[in-house]
Structure formats: C-alpha cells, structure tokens
C-alpha cells in the first residue's frame, strides 16, 4: 500500500482523468505527473484531493529523470490521438517514437519498475468478464465471448454484429466525438484498473487475472495479448488462449497476418530507433 507511481503523458486527454484515478486509490503513496506542457497544473490541481497519495508535476524531458526515480510502476498513456478518417497506423512512427524515448528513460532511471503502456482495448463491464485476445486494432482485436462469465449464448449473426462493434469500438468514439477525441475517458478508466491490479499483485494478492499485449509463446505471433496472472514480479504465469469455439478459432487465424506485420513493423522501429 505504498506504491510510487509514475504517469507519462500526465496532461493530455487520457492522462488526466488516469492520474485523477490513481489520486484517488490508498494503493499509491506518490504520484508522480509527467509531459511536455501543463503537468505544473494538474499537478496543483489534484493536490488538493484529500487522500494520501503526495503529487508532483515534471514538465519536459530534463525533469524526465527526477520524475522516473524510484518508481515502482510507470503508465504511459502518451501519445497523439486518432482523428476521423485516421487510423492506429497512421500514428504509428510518432506514437511510436514518443514510447522508444520514454521507455529508454524508464530503463536507465527506474529499471526495476513495471511498465504498463496503454492500448486498446481493456474494458470489461462491470459483473462481465470476457477476455479480450489478439492485438489492438480492428479484426486483430478478438473478444472470446465463448468464455463469457456469465455464460451467454448468441445467434451467429448477433455474435457477429457484437464482435464487429467490440473491435470498432474505439472508431466509434472518434467518430462521436467528431474530431475533439478519442476514447480517453474509457482508456483511463481501464488504464486505472489495470495498475490497481498490478500493484495488489505485487503487494502479494492471489489470483490477479488482467490480459495484456506481451511476448508470447501461444500462438505463431511472438506477441499476443492473453489473460495473464499478475505476482510480485509481474507476470507469473501467462494463462493461454483456452478452449474457445470454431468463429474466435477463424477470428484468430485471419488476425496472424496483420498481427505479423504490425510486429514486425515495430521490432524494425526500435531496431532502428537511436
């Protein structure tokens, strides 16, 4: 109960209502908030929060080192969001290159820190658990509502329609908000939950389940997002994709290729990334 929690990218759409969150959990002792414009203020601005958690803003990258030190665990959420039309690869080489020299920080400051790095997706609904597999970006994104807990059983072309909406479901966002946003407020949400059930792991709470996008073993693609057990070091135990039904079967056969691409896409960019 005593966590120091970095965020980077503290200002912007997503890492507001995330660091508000976080102000507002007895797991996090010290919040530390940063980016490259206005942290000074919503620094002030959530310090007068009545709950434990101390809060500083560090604003550009020489205040980067001194904001990384001793932290425990690190989100990122940085980045530029989607407008319509765009799409998650168009975003690419700047997001990308704003998480290479952010990350690079992280391992020269606080390399014992656990790094968790905001995508999509990461929701589940309140009494709803559905794992969610694969990657982050249109059919790539694979729900398993096979291993819905409560059990629920659709007609093929209901399950089709709900599959389609869970995979667009970011698209949708950006396309509501016509051209102010994308999913930020959601994205906190689930970013939140994810770093409380990271840090009750560490703090030696059993059976911590979260998916995450991680190196894997489980499929040809050598990184998949799968249910994960979370412990003191991290991951424990990555727990598998699990019997699923012949429709997620063909979901996950068709998402290898664009999956493969992606990756390979990105292990170039942090080859070359100097």
């Given at each position: 109960?005593n966590?120091?929690?970095?965020?980077l990218?503290?200002?912007?759409?997503?890492?507001?209502?995330?660091?508000?969150?976080?102000?507002?959990?007895?797991?996090v002792?010290?919040?530390?908030?940063?980016?490259?414009?206005?942290t000074p203020g919503?620094?002030a601005?959530?310090?007068?929060?009545e709950?434990?958690?101390?809060?500083?803003?560090?604003?550009?990258p020489?205040?980067?080192?001194?904001c990384?030190?001793?932290c425990?665990?690190?989100?990122?959420p940085?980045g530029?969001?989607?407008?319509?039309?765009?799409?998650?690869?168009?975003?690419f080489?700047?997001?990308?290159?704003?998480?290479?020299?952010?990350?690079?920080?992280?391992?020269?400051?606080?390399?014992?820190?656990?790094?968790?790095?905001?995508?999509?997706?990461?929701?589940?609904?309140?009494?709803?658990?559905?794992?969610?597999?694969?990657?982050?970006?249109?059919?790539?994104?694979?729900?398993?509502?096979?291993?819905?807990?409560?059990?629920?059983?659709?007609?093929?072309?209901?399950?089709?329609?709900?599959?389609?909406?869970?995979?667009?479901a970011?698209t949708?966002?950006?396309?509501?908000?016509?051209?102010?946003?994308?999913?930020t407020?959601?994205?906190?949400?689930a970013?939140?939950?994810?770093?409380?059930s990271?840090?009750?792991?560490?703090?030696?709470?059993?059976?911590?389940?979260e998916?995450?996008?991680?190196?894997?073993?489980?499929?040809?693609?050598?990184?998949?997002?799968?249910?994960?057990?979370?412990?003191?070091?991290?991951?424990?135990?990555?727990?598998?994709?699990?019997?699923?039904?012949?429709?997620?079967?063909?979901?996950?056969?068709e998402?290898?290729?664009?999956?493969?691409a992606?990756?390979?896409?990105?292990?170039?960019f942090?080859?070359?990334?100097?």
């Amino acid at each position: 109960n005593n966590a120091k929690v970095a965020v980077l990218g503290a200002s912007g759409g997503i890492g507001q209502p995330l660091s508000l969150l976080l102000k507002n959990s007895p797991l996090v002792s010290r919040l530390s908030l940063y980016d490259i414009a206005h942290t000074p203020g919503v620094a002030a601005d959530l310090s007068h929060i009545e709950t434990r958690a101390s809060v500083k803003g560090f604003l550009g990258p020489e205040q980067l080192p001194e904001c990384l030190k001793g932290c425990d665990v690190v989100v990122i959420p940085a980045g530029v969001p989607r407008k319509p039309g765009m799409t998650r690869d168009d975003l690419f080489n700047t997001n990308a290159s704003i998480v290479a020299t952010l990350t690079s920080a992280c391992a020269k400051h606080c390399p014992e820190a656990m790094i968790c790095i905001i995508s999509n997706p990461g929701l589940d609904p309140a009494r709803v658990s559905v794992p969610v597999i694969g990657g982050h970006a249109g059919k790539t994104i694979i729900p398993l509502i096979s291993q819905c807990t409560p059990k629920v059983d659709f007609p093929q072309d209901q399950l089709e329609k709900l599959t389609g909406r869970i995979q667009e479901a970011g698209t949708e966002v950006v396309k509501a908000k016509a051209g102010a946003g994308s999913a930020t407020l959601s994205m906190a949400y689930a970013g939140a939950r994810f770093v409380f059930s990271l840090v009750d792991a560490m703090n030696g709470k059993e059976g911590v389940i979260e998916c995450a996008f991680v190196k894997s073993e489980e499929t040809e693609s050598p990184y998949f997002s799968t249910p994960l057990l979370l412990g003191k070091n991290g991951i424990e135990k990555n727990l598998g994709i699990g019997k699923i039904s012949p429709f997620e079967e063909k979901m996950v056969a068709e998402a290898m290729s664009e999956l493969k691409a992606s990756i390979k896409k990105g292990e170039e960019f942090a080859k070359n990334f100097k």
